[in-house]
């Protein structure tokens, strides 16, 4: 199925990067005092870098569910905050040690290793601030549903659970089901979490909340797939990051087990399922349409 | 004030101890797969150390309110898991670089720093998920709450702030108020947490809650001010602990900046509005009474 060609898909991200940022400027003024430092690194870690795709979806799955926008917005915020504070962690000396991160120098770099195991704790605590505030929704059912959803997709049982495999996984010999579990995890939780989000707010049926999930899961897999061929296909400049870790560290990937066509098949035939369980939405759905279709054809 | 001989400390804070580390001992269990690291490093940090004082201090705000006890222990659990995830994170090499605590090899000696990382980051997410359970409380109003108030005493304008600035305190010599303020971020936001968070459970009026925060305040810095007296004149095998590190380190302390007799009689005085503020309450604050005058007479 191929969306329409309205739906233009980089102009939408890059709306949203924006709104994102500004909203990240006004909550982390920097204060006259001695956590100013802090405060500069977790503005390093947020604004002005990064795809921001997931807050995109996230406010993709809340225009679905007609809610407004700068609520929405709130949501995609707690979701970068939580992603960029994931990034922070992974990118220290003691788990990947990168230096590079979105074409900058990454927090340990430009600042120091304690002031980024701080600015990840920080954005964390940061992201459960904004989601359980009345601002973000009037419902408190809808607030504390958010904040139980995104702590599962973050905690032992999502994102950081996800990352521990990852570190168990070099030289582990993963097999396909161990290496797909460790991907819903580590990236698949966070991603799924910001398109349920859009359907908490929307306070929607269970049965459509389930379409949501599925399509999110195929997303996110897909994504994943995408993302391992890249660090095997892609340019390191284009990607702002480092590339063929994965592969030096001796760590098993969709591309190692499954070769570049078939894990290239798997993500394309992902992709369609993602979208089929869109079929009941109308052209409201057209951008996260957009956003599957992307997440198999970018560069970076 | 005294208070009444029929409150005896150590069996309540020893009771309130075991139930908290049997539900850890519930909550964390070891799957059999790659995340088993995690989850026994989660446990390390968590169930058989420390002297669980948080949790006390809550459940004792949440009695004074008839708060039912089960309820009361999952708040206390998400306290001290947000208490251990600050410990494992700020023991790191990066930061205090401590081999031990709570007589216990730290978590980054007993597994490794990149799995430290990732078990103060999962013990913080725990911590939400807890408190936006149904289980905590069937109103969402008060679950959501209690996050907003948790994600703020964490966060870079509670905890996370004030070890920023314990960062930054380093040959800086802070003054009296820099010095109180640092203290209250660092240690006073999630003590003021364990015993606000009685009165958001119990739902009282805000001016109830007012005096219970009043408490909460003067108790949290008489603590630290007896931290620092016992980081002086303290055991390091008693206090399960490396101790003179603050002076070592030339940061400024409650004793360096008063003396010793002058900051003990500063924290006998916050000892006195502590219970004053209690005065309103019954027999049923004889807990907190006593809890606020152990916490100045306390040897580790």
């Known amino acids: 199925m191929t969306p329409p060609a309205a739906v233009s898909l980089r102009p939408a991200l890059e709306a949203v990067a924006r709104?994102?940022?500004?909203?990240?400027?006004?909550?982390?003024?920097?204060?006259?005092?001695?956590?100013?430092?802090?405060?500069?690194?977790?503005?390093?870690?947020?604004?002005?870098?990064?795809?921001?795709?997931?807050?995109l979806l996230a406010v993709a799955a809340c225009d679905l569910f007609h809610v407004d926008r700068e609520r929405a917005?709130?949501?995609?915020?707690?979701?970068?905050?939580?992603?960029?504070?994931s990034l922070v962690h992974d990118d220290?000396?003691?788990?990947?040690?990168?230096?590079l991160r979105r074409g900058k120098p990454t927090v340990h770099k430009a600042f120091d290793e304690a002031t980024a195991v701080?600015?990840?704790?920080?954005?964390?605590?940061?992201?459960?601030?904004?989601?359980?505030?009345?601002?973000?929704?009037?419902d408190p059912f809808v607030r504390s549903e958010l904040v139980l959803e995104l702590a599962r997709a973050s905690g032992p049982n999502g994102m950081a659970g996800g990352q521990m495999m990852d570190l168990e996984a070099e030289g582990a010999d993963f097999d396909l089901a161990t290496t797909t579990?460790?991907?819903?995890?580590?990236?698949g939780a966070l991603i799924g979490f910001a398109c349920e989000a859009g359907a908490i707010m929307g306070k929607v049926s269970p049965g459509v909340r389930m379409r949501?999930?599925?399509?999110?899961?195929?997303?996110?897999?897909?994504?994943?797939?995408?993302?391992?061929?890249?660090?095997?296909?892609?340019?390191?400049?284009?990607?702002?990051?480092?590339l063929h870790k994965?592969?030096?560290?001796?760590?098993?990937?969709?591309?190692?087990?499954?070769?570049?066509?078939?894990?290239?098949?798997?993500?394309s035939m992902l992709i369609d399922q993602a979208i089929h369980h869109l079929n009941?939405?109308?052209?409201e759905a057209d951008l996260l349409r957009a956003i599957a279709l992307f997440a198999i054809e970018r560069d970076h």
């Open 118 to 138: 701080l600015t990840g704790d920080s954005l964390f605590a940061l992201a459960f601030e904004v989601l359980a505030d009345p601002l973000t929704h009037e």
């Open 181 to 187: 579990r460790l991907q819903q995890l580590k990236t």
């Open 92 to 99: 220290l000396p003691c788990m990947d040690d990168d230096d």
């Open 212 to 242: 949501v999930r599925g399509y999110a899961r195929d997303l996110g897999l897909a994504f994943q797939i995408a993302d391992d061929l890249l660090d095997v296909e892609g340019d390191a400049e284009t990607a702002g990051k480092a």
């Open 19 to 55: 709104a994102v940022d500004a909203r990240f400027d006004r909550l982390l003024d920097v204060p006259d005092d001695p956590r100013a430092r802090l405060f500069r690194a977790m503005r390093h870690a947020t604004i002005g870098g990064g795809k921001k795709m997931r807050a």
């Open 246 to 267: 994965d592969a030096a560290a001796g760590k098993s990937t969709f591309v190692s087990l499954l070769g570049v066509d078939r894990a290239r098949a798997q993500a």
């Open 73 to 85: 917005l709130r949501v995609a915020l707690a979701i970068e905050a939580v992603h960029s504070y």
């Open 280 to 283: 009941d939405f109308g052209p």
